[in-house]
């Protein structure tokens, strides 16, 4: 049995759905040049990602079904795991815009399209309106139609409140290390990343198989939400010390005064005079500055205090899967197969 979904069918999904939004728009008589930029929006941004968000909602019924899914459950599971694409990338286009960001996927962000601009917030609300269309159309008679409706919109909501937090407590153009603090970067990462790219895909696909309790839901959040801090401390410690031939990208998240895992538990760890080089170096846009930082990451041997947190978290989270007991509707292999794709990444 296949316990993970076939990319190509899963892509195979979108263009039906690009389309029905579409559909959708021209019942209001929508100009086709207006139709035609809804179009290169939805396609520019939705598909082309890693997609492991999309797919794990389908790999999630899988899990739980413990059989192939049939093919209603396929098409279903798999418009669930777009629509949490499309949330993602209503998330990207506004985020670039708010971060003034250069390229996004190898490409020039959305707002930086020749003629889009800030038309590009106007783009990021239709994204998030299509999530809802295409539930109306496809799950309105399911029993847990009111379930999905209420899960996106309480994401939404998380994600924007990390949002707001990571945004007033590092400033690229206002560098004050007194602004970090680790509660603070927890607080970020826990609502801006863990909710919607975690907990999110697993309780969409418990809620459709109609297997949701307010019991494993709760197991399942206990368990992903530390799935999903682990992922962004593991992100920003990639950010500084991983090798960027194999990520594809240089990190940045020193110049970009990030309020990272790394520079917070550097924060709890320095001399007065370590503190002094982090609060002239960290945030500027300059490569000698940013290696002085880095310089202090390595005298405080971050390296190892972060290897150290990911041995203690991943033995925590282990311990939560195996505590599942499969009778009340989980499955271990759901959570295995996430902490499978992300421990000890290199990219």
């Known amino acids: 049995m296949a ?13 039906q759905l690009a389309q029905e939004i579409l559909d959708h728009a021209k019942k209001y008589n929508l100009p086709q040049n ?24 389908p790999d999630t019924g899988l899990a739980l079904l413990k059989k192939p899914l049939n093919d209603e459950q396929f098409q279903h599971l798999s418009i669930l795991g777009w629509l949490t694409e499309l949330l993602q990338a209503f998330f990207l286009v506004s985020d670039d815009i708010m971060d ?22 106007n783009d990021a609300f239709m994204l998030e309106s299509g999530i809802y269309l295409t ?64 907990y999110l895909p697993v309780a969409l696909a418990l809620h459709y198989l109609q297997l949701a309790t307010p019991e494993n839901l709760q197991q399942a959040h206990d368990i992903l939400i530390p799935l999903g801090q ?41 001399s007065a005079e370590q503190r002094q080089v ?23 041997d971050l390296e190892k205090v972060y290897h150290e947190y990911e041995e203690k978290t991943v033995g925590e989270i282990r311990s939560r899967i195996e505590a599942i007991n499969e009778s009340e509707g989980l499955k271990k292999e759901v959570f295995e197969a996430f902490l499978g794709k992300i421990y000890k990444r290199s990219k």
């Not at 809804?38 to 909602?57: D, I, M, Q, T, Y």
């Not at 003034?100 to 917030?121: D, E, N």
């Not at 999905?148 to 560098?175: K, M, R, S």
Request: aromatic residues 12%.
């Open 3 to 15: 316990t993970k979904t076939d990319r190509a069918s899963f892509e195979a999904i979108f263009p």
């Open 34 to 57: 207006a139709l035609e930029w809804l179009e290169k929006a939805l396609n520019v941004n939705v598909p082309g990602g890693k997609l492991n968000r999309g797919l794990s909602v």
């Open 100 to 121: 003034s960001s250069i390229t996004r996927r190898g490409q020039p962000c959305w707002y930086r399209h020749p003629g889009v601009g800030l038309i590009a917030i």
């Open 135 to 198: 539930l109306k159309k496809h799950f309105r008679s399911h029993p847990a139609y009111v379930d999905l409706i209420e899960l996106f919109h309480e994401t939404t909501w998380q994600t924007e409140l990390g949002q707001l937090c990571d945004l007033i407590t590092a400033p690229e153009d206002n560098v004050n290390l007194e602004n970090f603090s680790m509660e603070k970067y927890m607080f970020i990462v826990t609502y801006k990343t863990a909710y919607y790219s975690f």
């Open 230 to 270: 682990y992922f962004q401390v593991q992100d920003d410690y990639l950010d500084a010390y991983g090798d960027p031939a194999v990520i594809g990208k240089i990190g940045t998240d020193i110049q970009d005064n990030k309020c990272s895992w790394l520079v917070n538990q550097a924060l709890q760890r320095c």
């Open 278 to 300: 982090l609060d002239a170096a960290y945030g500027r846009k300059d490569n000698e500055l940013e290696a002085k930082v880095k310089a202090v990451y390595r005298e405080l």
